[in-house]
């Protein structure tokens, strides 16, 4: 299968190494992934704080982008940029009155995947030969959860690495406090909201916390590091990638094995 990765900007900004796992995982299960130059942001940040006009040409340039007919599906290591093309952009194009426009979001929302979504219901996996010789305590994050519905899916596949010990996290379906600008315009209810997931994840006892957006990540990562807490915050794409003879994995858990 040919596939075009949606990289995401926290990926292009912030975590590049996420991107990079979900290739090196794909390309490792024998498919071909590429990368459309022109991609840029899904726009769900325009979306989410009413700037919708401004959120159209976005849309329209995933559309022209994500669109060829070389590739079979597309696929982002983001529940919550997957959630805004399955379920803003067509909404934004029929808004700015461009009905051909909403067509092809919507024809596209349905071969663009979360990276769980597109391991476990397109390619029917669940076993990817991963290896990840860490306690683990997993995040079901708001966007995946809600808006995408992937389930049990991420657990699934984490249930199935060599070598992990995946622990149950506390009230684990409740929003770490992120939620994108929440965090910006309400500080207070997201900071304590933060704290009571920190709570939890450190209940575990686990070494990492994992989840499958990079911005709660971030948010999770923020609170436990200012704690000082040791829990490192790995996403679920670098987890799916480690392997006992792949350099990048045995550097990867080296570096948390040194951080302990």
């Known amino acids: 299968m040919r596939i075009a990765l949606m990289a995401t900007c926290l990926a292009d900004a912030m975590f590049p190494n996420v991107a990079k796992a979900t290739v090196a995982l794909l390309e490792r299960l024998g498919h071909e992934v590429v990368f459309p130059a022109g991609q840029t942001c899904c726009g769900q940040m325009h979306v989410n704080t009413g700037y919708l006009d401004e959120a159209l040409p976005i849309v329209r340039n995933y559309v022209e982008v994500f669109s060829a007919e070389q590739w079979d599906v597309a696929v982002a290591p983001s529940g919550s940029c997957v959630g805004s093309v399955r379920h803003q952009h067509a909404m934004v194009a029929n808004r700015g009155g461009d009905a051909a426009l909403a067509q092809r979001a ?50 699934q596949l984490l249930r199935a690495v060599q070598g992990i010990d995946l622990v149950d996290l506390p009230d684990a379906d409740v929003c770490c406090g992120f939620g994108g600008t929440f965090a910006l315009k309400n500080p207070d209810v997201s900071t304590a909201m933060l704290a009571d997931k920190m709570a939890n994840v ?20 923020g609170g436990l590091s200012r704690l000082r807490t040791g829990v490192r915050t790995v996403h679920l794409a670098e987890i799916l990638a ?19």
């Open 242 to 260: 480690s392997t006992k003879d792949s350099p990048v994995a045995v550097e990867f858990v080296d570096a948390i094995g040194d951080s302990r």
């Open 202 to 221: 450190q209940a575990t006892k686990a070494e990492v916390c994992s989840a499958g957006d990079s911005s709660c990540l971030m948010h999770i990562g």
């Open 106 to 155: 919507t024809e596209l929302a349905g071969r663009t995947y979360e990276l769980s979504e597109l391991l476990v219901d397109v390619l029917g996996l669940t076993d990817v030969g991963a290896y990840f010789p860490h306690r683990v305590t997993y995040h079901p994050t708001c966007h995946s959860l809600r808006m995408l519905r992937v389930g049990e899916k991420p657990l």
